[in-house]
């Protein structure tokens, strides 16, 4: 027995890997004044000055959104995913203001790592909703597929995404609350961002090909026959040239910002790339921030003017028809792609 003594006494005495529920008891003691800024939940002190800009920007653009959807009525569809995500944004970046006065505090730190993840999931379900009046625009004889199908594929492979962000954050959350580690919840989160990746990937693929099949057969059969006549006016515009602009920018800021989540989220919560900031403020905040606000100059509620009857209502990307300059009545998207025909 007693030969046991000086193995238990080494036992006990041996150093242990600190396990999350050890961090997270640290941090709950700890303050600016006890505790370096390494051992916070983030790494460093989060900017008041960037979070404060990008919470004004976001919260801007969400009444900018809501005013642009009352003015317009049409779009509402897209209308009422921006604004989601917009708000999302925002109560993400009021959880890291707060956390610049207490880098410690877990529940700030815990709403923003969840809001700031899955809102550009929203904004990307909008961006999806465009592309199929785009294509009626320029003629649906243009694209490999009807225009119908690029909503029925995208929003449910944009829905399985915001569901396993979603439900992955919570899972999350609901560990780190319980004294628990995070990581599969983490997993989750990792693996919904990479559905959404590779769902804009499929889109920016499709959307250029149709591009490159449009200008293809205008050059080859000139305009007239390539192209849509009845819409002819409406891709003259201004407005809907800056549109498309708007969207195929913010389409590649949205994807650009969650192939840096998708690496940011595999290194864990302690990894380098989300404990850097200057990482996040690029990648994050700024690029996500110019692409609504791009959205919010050349929204297609807006844009989509010559050659629609704008004073009538509408969801998604339907509106109404003009002919000879008279409102035709209401028609579905089933009806203009048989017209496209």
């Known amino acids: 027995m007693a030969s046991l003594l000086p193995s238990l006494v080494i036992h006990v005495l041996a150093p242990r890997e600190t396990s999350y529920n050890d961090r997270k008891n640290f941090r709950d003691s700890c303050t600016l004044q006890t505790c370096p800024l390494s051992l916070s939940y983030w790494g460093y002190l989060p900017s008041l000055p960037a979070n404060a800009l990008f919470l004004a920007v ?6 900018l959104f809501i005013g642009q959807g009352l003015l317009s009525k049409r779009f509402i569809g897209f209308s009422v995913a921006m604004i989601s995500g917009c708000a999302l944004e925002v109560i993400g970046y009021v959880g890291r203001v707060l956390s610049h006065s207490n880098p410690f505090a877990e529940n700030p730190f815990l709403i923003q790592i969840i809001c700031l993840t899955i809102a550009p999931a929203f904004m990307a379900a909008g961006i999806y909703l465009c592309l199929s009046r785009i294509v009626l625009t320029f003629g649906a004889h243009n694209s490999r597929i009807k225009p119908l199908s690029y909503p029925r594929i995208f929003i449910p492979c944009d829905l399985a995404s915001l569901l396993l962000q979603a439900g992955g954050g919570g899972f999350a959350s609901a560990a780190s609350h319980s004294d628990k580690d995070p990581t599969v919840g983490n997993n989750i989160m990792i693996a919904g961002l990479a559905v959404q990746v590779f769902t804009l990937l499929v889109f920016i693929i499709l959307a250029a090909d149709f591009a490159w099949r449009t200008f293809r057969r205008t050059k080859t059969l000139g305009s007239t026959d390539a192209l849509d006549p009845t819409h002819a006016r409406l891709r003259a515009s201004w407005a809907f040239k800056g549109f498309l602009i708007a969207l195929s920018f913010a389409t590649l800021c949205i994807f650009t910002r969650s192939v840096y989540r998708v690496a940011e989220l595999s ?14 403020i690029g990648l994050e905040g700024a690029i996500v921030g110019l692409a609504v606000l791009a959205l919010n100059a050349f929204h ?17 990307c339907c509106g109404r ?9 209401a028609v579905s998207m089933e009806e203009a792609v048989r017209v496209e025909k």
């Open 58 to 63: 976001f919260a801007i653009s969400t009444l």
């Open 267 to 280: 290194e864990g919560w302690t990894g380098r790339l989300i404990k850097t900031q200057s990482y996040f």
């Open 300 to 316: 297609p509620g807006l844009c989509f003017r010559e050659g629609y009857d704008t004073s009538s209502g509408g969801c998604g």
């Open 321 to 329: 028809r003009r002919k000879g300059g008279v409102s035709s009545p």
